[in-house]
């Protein structure tokens, strides 16, 4: 007999391709006093568990941009099960401002009989405890574009308007076949749609591969939004996508130019201090109980190689915040343990 609220076989439907369900919460945060959601800070929480690479990406953008103080943020374990994620890791598996055990309980205090997935990343409203968003590429924009009053100086443009019309394309070609192109590998449910992925996904790379050999980051010179949207993943590809989601034509290390711009990245400030590899892993081959049935985590891959010289800075002639600033250290209550980090592996 299984648990009621197993994971086992949410994800992998024999036979079939996979979906992303893309019906998300829309509702925007506005810098505008009259919005039903005006930019306040202190209102809201982030919840973003450091498992998951949508969630990741707001925790980047977050630090990049120096919002620290203006948006809290609220970090759930890196296992759940078919209800929601759950702030195991607080004192009392209570999260200390929301005050609840699940992020479940924001999203029905706003839609008692909300029929979708719980995701994270998501946005909620501290005084009514209610969910305001769970929309995570227009989340990360929006911390770009309507919270600048409480940027810290510095901070990068990571989405400029003069790079827009060639990076959208950019960004939605990393989203279709790489972010997503990874799961649709691993909760393909049959051989001839997990080769479809499998293609799919290795032909993506192999665009970006070649698109950075000659930039250092993906629109030229300077770090943008396309790059968090990228990173992600690049981190997440030999611990986890490589084996548990069978994306293994090569490694990430054996593509020389996305292996050292993924290096150049993680070794940035508000990037690889946010990556924490344990539960990274522990939250795939746990939580993915149809496809890894053990719940055994793999102690590897050796971690120390993402700390070494990358060489990139010879691709480009500008600072990678252009005229800003790298980010200061993360606060000491968002600081990834040492045991969980690339340096725990350095001998």
Same mark, same amino acid.
């Given at each position: 007999?299984?648990?009621?609220?197993?994971?086992?076989?949410?994800? %992998? !439907?024999?036979? &079939?391709?996979?979906? *992303?369900?893309?019906?998300?919460?829309?509702?925007?945060?506005?810098?505008?006093?009259?919005?039903?959601?005006?930019?306040?800070?202190?209102?809201?929480?982030?919840?973003?568990?450091?498992?998951?690479?949508?969630?990741?990406?707001?925790? /980047?953008?977050?630090?990049?941009? @120096?919002?620290?103080?203006?948006?809290? #943020? @609220?970090?759930?374990?890196?296992?759940?099960?078919?209800?929601?994620?759950?702030?195991? #890791?607080?004192?009392?598996?209570?999260?200390?401002?929301?005050?609840?055990?699940?992020?479940?309980?924001?999203?029905?205090?706003?839609?008692?009989?909300?029929?979708?997935?719980?995701?994270?990343?998501? =946005?909620?409203?501290?005084?009514?405890?209610?969910? %305001?968003?769970?929309?995570?590429?227009?989340?990360?924009?929006? $911390?770009?574009?309507?919270?600048?009053r409480f940027h810290r100086d510095g901070a990068p443009d990571l989405?400029?308007?003069?790079?827009?019309?060639?990076?959208?394309?950019?960004?939605?070609? /990393?989203?279709?076949?790489?972010?997503?192109?990874?799961?649709?590998?691993?909760?393909? @449910?049959?051989?001839?749609?997990?080769? +479809?992925? $499998?293609?799919? #996904? $290795?032909t993506a790379l192999d665009t970006i591969e070649e698109r950075l050999?000659?930039?250092?980051?993906?629109? @030229?010179?300077?770090?943008?939004?396309?790059?968090?949207?990228?990173?992600?993943?690049?981190?997440?590809?030999?611990? %986890?996508?490589?084996?548990?989601? +069978?994306?293994?034509?090569? *490694? #990430?290390?054996?593509?020389? &130019?996305?292996?050292?711009?993924?290096?150049?990245?993680?070794?940035?400030?508000?990037?690889?201090?946010?990556?924490?590899?344990?539960?990274? !892993?522990?939250?795939?081959f746990i939580v993915h109980e149809d496809i890894n049935p053990t719940?055994? =985590?793999?102690?590897?891959?050796?971690?120390?190689?993402?700390?070494?010289?990358?060489?990139?800075?010879?691709?480009?002639?500008? &600072?990678?915040?252009?005229?800003?600033?790298?980010?200061?250290?993360?606060?000491?209550?968002? %600081?990834?343990?040492?045991?969980?980090?690339?340096?725990?592996?350095? !001998?």
């Open positions: 007999m299984t648990d009621d609220h197993s994971t086992r076989g949410n994800y %992998v !439907k024999q036979g &079939a391709e996979f979906n *992303r369900d893309t019906q998300y919460i829309e509702d925007r945060i506005l810098d505008d006093p009259q919005a039903d959601w005006p930019v306040e800070t202190g209102r809201y929480r982030l919840v973003a568990a450091r498992a998951c690479p949508w969630a990741n990406r707001t925790m /980047i953008v977050r630090r990049l941009l @120096g919002l620290e103080d203006a948006i809290s #943020l @609220g970090m759930p374990g890196p296992t759940h099960d078919a209800r929601s994620w759950t702030f195991d #890791l607080d004192p009392g598996g209570v999260d200390p401002v929301l005050g609840i055990e699940r992020l479940q309980q924001a999203f029905f205090a706003r839609f008692p009989d909300y029929p979708r997935g719980i995701t994270v990343p998501a =946005v909620v409203d501290i005084p009514t405890g209610a969910v %305001v968003t769970n929309d995570f590429p227009q989340i990360t924009l929006d $911390f770009s574009s309507q919270w600048t989405y400029p308007e003069s790079l827009r019309e060639e990076m959208d394309p950019v960004m939605r070609l /990393i989203y279709t076949e790489i972010n997503n192109g990874v799961y649709r590998c691993g909760f393909a @449910g049959g051989q001839d749609a997990y080769e +479809k992925a $499998f293609d799919r #996904l $290795f050999t000659t930039r250092r980051f993906l629109m @030229g010179d300077r770090i943008t939004e396309a790059d968090v949207r990228l990173f992600t993943t690049l981190a997440r590809f030999d611990a %986890v996508y490589y084996s548990h989601f +069978k994306c293994n034509r090569q *490694r #990430l290390t054996d593509f020389p &130019a996305l292996w050292g711009y993924a290096r150049d990245l993680f070794q940035t400030p508000g990037f690889g201090d946010t990556i924490d590899f344990q539960q990274i !892993k522990e939250h795939y719940g055994v =985590v793999p102690v590897g891959p050796d971690l120390s190689g993402w700390l070494e010289d990358h060489g990139r800075e010879s691709l480009a002639e500008d &600072a990678p915040f252009g005229e800003g600033t790298p980010p200061g250290p993360p606060r000491a209550d968002e %600081v990834v343990p040492h045991a969980h980090s690339a340096d725990a592996w350095v !001998k």
